[in-house]
């Protein structure tokens, strides 16, 4: 899939995104096809009994009461119709009033949409996509500072802590106390004012991850205590509807604060903590999933290596191939980047596709960093290129320093030490 023009295995060059992109495609068409199937499995014998059932309970009403098939159809269907505009057997609270309205609008920019209730009229639903486009718009660019915020936390209680080891007060051999920044000497000093800023300290993806997951169990826990309690769900549904609601799923199934009075419970205050377990449970969630994203991406970008590893075999290693291009947004391997972990702020948050932005990505060794582990080597390759490109070895003069021509790295230095040599000719 990966492999470049010019390979015997490969019908062509494909783009490192456009490999990326078909593989994630494909990967989400397998996940579809294998969870149909899963669900298929579990659910189908189910709705069967339900359906035969409930033909067995219309038979025998209508031949109890002596009506006919067609009029109880039609009954049936005048009951989902009411059904649809929010009117329910069991002694609900009203669906439009203000207090009714403000739940709506909230399940609308939070793309949550359980569906129990929908606008009717032709007015409210021309309104409705327009108050949803730039609701929704601004209620996910609240959820991706809330990710921000936590990166930053997590990046200062990092750099608190090696602060606070930094200047952990120790025992050396001469029996004075000093601090390990005052063994730091001059080094400690001159890094200090660059340690003052967080970006030097963002967390890595695995931690954020696992802090998210951690807060997002911690908050779905609490929450199905307050909804088995109050909606008299048990626990493991509790769970299930604080996943389908934090996830913004939505099926509509099961809704919370629903009733007109909660017995045994203040309304208000469970109105009031349903608002706030259910927007907590979001943020959560939803951070969770961006930054499952972009473990997703390193792992497709894992896959695209592998995939590519056995068209390497078509050209030397070593070797240079004129229609080969270079790879572009390829992760480093772990020897050469800084880091083993990537940043969370780095890697897939607002990602640049400019150059800068790749190097500073982790995803692309940058030149400065390749010529600081290089340099010696270079050096001898320039100077041994140098030597057999004018036959003899190049002496050294104090004018071919100061001509401005001196310089360069493999056929760069042979064309600067041409012209040193031609301007201290003439």
């Not at 005048?78 to 009203?94: F, H, K, L, M, S």
């Not at 030149?367 to 190049?394: C, T, W, Y």
């Amino acid at each position: 899939m990966a492999c470049r023009s010019g390979c015997c295995c490969g019908s062509g060059p494909i783009n490192e995104d456009n490999a990326r992109f078909l593989l994630l495609a494909l990967f989400i068409v397998v996940y579809l096809l294998c969870g149909a199937a899963v669900f298929s499995a579990l659910e189908q014998p189910k709705e069967r009994e339900a359906k035969e059932r409930w033909a067995q309970r219309f038979e025998h009403f209508s031949q109890k009461y002596n009506l006919s098939k067609k009029d109880l159809n039609n009954f049936l269907r005048n009951y989902e119709e009411a059904n649809v505009a929010g009117i329910r057997v069991d002694t609900i609270r009203p669906r439009w009033d203000f207090t009714g309205a403000l739940y709506f609008v909230g399940t609308v920019v939070s793309t949550i949409g359980f569906g129990m209730t929908t606008p009717a009229t032709i007015g409210g639903k021309v309104f409705l996509m327009f108050y949803g486009l730039l609701g929704c718009a601004a209620t996910i660019l609240f959820f991706n500072l809330f990710l921000e915020r936590v990166i930053t936390v997590i990046a200062f209680v990092l750099k608190s802590c090696h602060e606070r080891r930094r200047n952990k007060v120790v025992l050396p051999q001469n029996g004075r106390r000093v601090s390990d920044g005052n063994r730091a000497g001059g080094t400690g000093g001159a890094g200090r004012g660059k340690g003052e800023d967080l970006a030097g300290w963002k967390p890595s993806v695995y931690c954020v991850m696992l802090i998210l997951g951690a807060a997002a169990i911690l908050v779905s826990c609490c929450a199905s205590l307050m909804y088995s309690a109050a909606e008299g769900w048990g626990y493991l549904d509790s769970l299930y509807f604080c996943f389908v609601a934090f996830s913004t799923i939505g099926f509509g199934d099961m809704v919370s604060s629903q009733r007109v009075v909660y017995e045994g419970h203040a309304t208000t205050a469970y109105w009031l903590g349903n608002f706030f377990f259910i927007l907590t449970g979001v943020c959560c969630i939803y951070s969770l999933f961006n930054v499952i994203s972009i473990v997703i991406k390193q792992v497709l970008n894992w896959l695209l290596r592998r995939l590519e590893a056995p068209c390497r075999c078509c050209f030397p290693r070593r070797g240079h191939h004129p229609h080969r291009h270079p790879r572009r947004n390829v992760v480093a391997p772990g020897h050469l980047r800084a880091r083993r972990d990537p940043s969370i702020e780095t890697d897939g948050i607002n990602e640049s596709e400019t150059d800068t932005g790749r190097r500073m990505s982790g995803e692309m060794i940058s030149m400065r960093d390749f010529l600081a582990a290089n340099k010696v080597n270079l050096a001898i390759m320039q100077k041994q290129l140098s030597e057999m490109a004018i036959g003899h070895p190049r002496q050294s003069s104090s004018s071919s320093r100061q001509n401005g021509f001196s310089g360069g790295v493999g056929a760069l230095g042979i064309m600067n030490n041409r012209l040193a040599e031609t301007s201290v000719d003439r």
